[in-house]
């Protein structure tokens, strides 16, 4: 019998999104109560985000983001039900090596989506607020709308907190040091000129090569451990990051987030930019007001700023642009001996 699958494509700064709703694609429910048991449940016993275990559902997440019809820099979603009436729907993230907690672009391309499709009203002008559930809490995403189009998506994160800063880090490059913060996920920043490098194209290969270096040498780093339990804790993604001039509005920085097993975003990175927010914030170079101007590697713009402190840390927001890219029906021939594909 062949296998089918529908999806809805976005980019938010250059990154890829694929949306698939579990629901009108006729996937079986995913078991739990909330979003991060679902997300627990795709994982599968014994397994972690970047290794699940194999099971049906899994085989669709490869089948989407391994080539033939996808590839290794592909990101994504499985639309599934909220945790409580307060969300309008939840999401299972995943991208070539398993599932996340958090995705900052991939919340923007859903805010986008959910006014697109109509599953969230959305005035010609003004703005809307898409409630998401994901496995590290509720975020939000507020739709900017003018003249009857999309011009912008503000995502909302749960909140950042700093957990160790100045963490030493060997690599084949020289020593670092490393500023972690958990922003729906752990994140690393480490200066790339430490290393002597810059952020850019060209130097990609061994920014991706420190990415997995600096990853697994703060594999065990109590830093990275969150009270939400382990599927919220672990280095998830290593950014390395470069200052530029400041604008009149505050910091402005350029980055390359390297997470999963070498996986490179290609957006400025909305939860790894939370997390940016949190540690400029800590140092005292994010005043009242300034916004961080945060660049990516292909030279797309994400607009960061604190929104107001609690107990649990910082709230960020973070500005961007989410366009739809298209619409696909993937398909599974059984005889086909490549089956959910492969990677490079």
């Known amino acids: 019998m062949t296998t089918t699958v529908r999806t809805e494509d ?17 996937l079986p429910p995913v078991p739990g109560d909330t979003v991060a048991e679902r997300c627990a449940t795709a994982i599968g016993p014994g397994g972690s985000g970047t290794a699940p275990r194999r099971s049906a559902l899994d085989d669709v997440r490869r089948l989407l983001v391994q080539e033939p019809r996808g590839h290794a820099g592909m990101y994504g979603g499985f639309v599934v039900p909220p945790d409580d009436d307060g969300a309008h729907f939840g999401v299972l993230f995943w991208h070539k090596d398993g599932y996340s907690t958090a995705c900052g672009h991939g919340t923007m391309a859903l805010g986008a989506w959910a006014v697109d499709t109509g599953r969230v009203a959305a005035p010609d002008d003004g703005d809307v607020q898409v409630r998401i559930d994901v496995p590290s809490g509720r975020v939000c995403a507020t739709v900017h709308r003018a003249a009857g189009r999309t011009t912008g998506v503000t995502f909302r994160n749960v909140a950042a907190r700093t ?12 020593m670092a040091e490393a500023d972690l913060a958990h922003a729906g996920a752990c994140y690393a920043s480490v200066a790339a000129r430490d290393l002597g490098l810059e952020v850019s194209p060209a130097a990609l290969p061994s920014l991706v090569r420190a990415g997995q270096e600096i ?28 200052e530029l001039p400041d604008t009149p509005f505050g910091p402005h920085q350029r980055n390359v987030t390297v997470f999963a097993d070498g996986q490179v975003d290609r957006s400025p990175c909305g939860s790894g930019t939370s997390a940016r927010l949190a540690l400029l ?10 916004d961080l101007l945060h660049e990516s590697v292909v030279g797309t713009v994400f607009t960061g700023r604190a929104a107001a402190r609690t107990a649990d840390g910082l709230v960020t927001e973070v500005t961007g642009t989410a366009y739809r890219t298209g619409e696909h029906f993937f398909t599974a021939d059984p005889h086909d001996a490549l089956g959910t594909g492969f990677l490079l």
């Open 10 to 26: 976005y980019h938010a700064a250059g990154e890829p999104f694929r949306i698939v709703d579990t629901r009108a694609a006729g």
């Open 281 to 290: 914030a800590e140092d005292g170079r994010l005043g009242e007001g300034e």
């Open 215 to 242: 990853r697994a040498a703060l594999a065990t780093h109590p830093g990275t451990w969150h009270p939400g339990g382990p599927l919220l804790s672990g280095v998830y993604g290593v950014i390395l990051y470069e």
């Open 163 to 174: 957990s160790a800063r100045k963490v030493p880090v060997a690599t084949t490059l020289g």
